[in-house]
């Protein structure tokens, strides 16, 4: 039986994934934040799930904990928790949240887990986003996990053009060692997502306007994450790549910048150091 770990699983895209995978035979953790509605998710799907606040770093490493010691084995592993958010006060790390949230969790998730993913050659899939595109254009390794400046389109723009920066170098890293990675955008998906209506984002997903943008279903938006899970890297698609409408695509210059990938892998493990131990995230 094949196995996918899923964050945001208790809504949206991520939920959706979670019951396409269940009902195609998957076994699924179900990962999410708020307990109800997580449970809820897990039940239907007769699943495992887990709560986790990935504002919290030490929550995120209890995470792995768990999850290693109820998975011996790892076929799927979907980063896929996050949003744009209002902003709020740093994380409990001290970390902007959208950073923390939609990036240096699931860096510190892999990393935990990077032993079982390795040994049971899973695939690891990033939700991203074509906002790397328009509103990750000040990516800034030194400033990015505590902006001086603070904007939360551009947050968003930099953590998702962070989560196929990632995607980029653990290919590199772990491509020849059973890990294939990718990340995708979903399209313009009717969720939860973006739910402060002041901001202009929330103005187009949460009023009239929504209905310019052809919105799609969280079921259409799961479309490219679950044929990523279902397919074979090397011949469907390429690991390290980012992929929209099940198509690889160029993404922005920034995201295609090796040494920026590499940068902010460097700058997330010493971000995570509290918490890696000296044989994860190497190199
Ligand atoms: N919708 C779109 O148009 C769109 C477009 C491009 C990319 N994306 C990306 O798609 C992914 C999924 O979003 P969605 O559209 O499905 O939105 P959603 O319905 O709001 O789902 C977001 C998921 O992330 C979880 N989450 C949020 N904050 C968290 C935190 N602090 N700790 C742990 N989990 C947290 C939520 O958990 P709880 O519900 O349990 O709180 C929920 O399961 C995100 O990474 C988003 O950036 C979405």
Redo the contacts with the bound molecule.
């Keep these: 039986m094949k196995t996918a770990l899923i964050?945001?699983?208790?809504?949206?895209?991520?939920?959706q994934a979670a019951r396409q995978l269940a009902g195609d035979g998957w076994r699924v953790a179900v990962?999410?934040?708020?307990p109800d509605?997580?449970r809820k998710v897990a039940q239907d799907l007769g699943a495992l799930y887990y709560i986790?606040?990935?504002?919290s770093l030490s929550q995120v490493a209890a995470l792995a904990h768990r999850l290693l010691n109820d998975f011996p084995r790892v076929d799927l592993l979907s980063l896929?928790?996050?949003?744009?958010?209002p902003k709020q006060a740093p994380t409990e790390d001290g970390f902007e949240?959208t950073f923390q949230?939609?990036h240096l969790?699931h860096f510190l998730l892999t990393n935990l887990l990077l032993p079982r993913l390795m040994e049971s050659r899973a695939k690891v899939v990033s939700?991203?986003?074509?906002?790397h595109k328009m509103l990750g254009f000040r990516f800034d390794v030194s400033d990015v996990a505590k902006p001086r400046r603070y904007s939360q389109h551009l947050a968003?723009g930099n953590?998702?053009l962070a989560n196929i920066l990632f995607t980029k170098e653990l290919h590199r890293r772990y491509g020849d060692r059973g890990i294939a990675s990718a990340a995708y955008?979903?399209?313009?998906?009717?969720?939860?997502?973006?739910?402060d209506k002041r901001s202009p984002m929330g103005l187009v997903?949460h009023t009239a306007l929504r209905k310019l943008m052809r919105?799609?279903s969280?079921e259409e938006?799961a479309d490219t994450l679950v044929w990523l899970a279902k397919t074979t890297p090397g011949q469907d698609w390429q690991s390290g790549q980012y992929y929209v409408k099940r198509k690889q695509v160029r993404p922005s210059k920034k995201a295609r910048d090796a040494d920026l990938a590499k940068a902010l892998w460097d700058r997330s493990q010493a971000l995570c150091a509290p918490y890696l131990t000296k044989t994860e995230g190497k190199e």
């Design positions: 964050t945001g699983a208790s809504d949206g895209i991520g939920e990962i999410g934040r708020n509605k997580t986790a606040d990935f504002s896929n928790a996050g949003g744009i958010f949240l949230v939609d969790a939700t991203s986003s074509i906002a968003y953590a998702k955008h979903p399209g313009f998906v009717a969720t939860n997502f973006a739910n997903y919105m799609l969280p938006g």
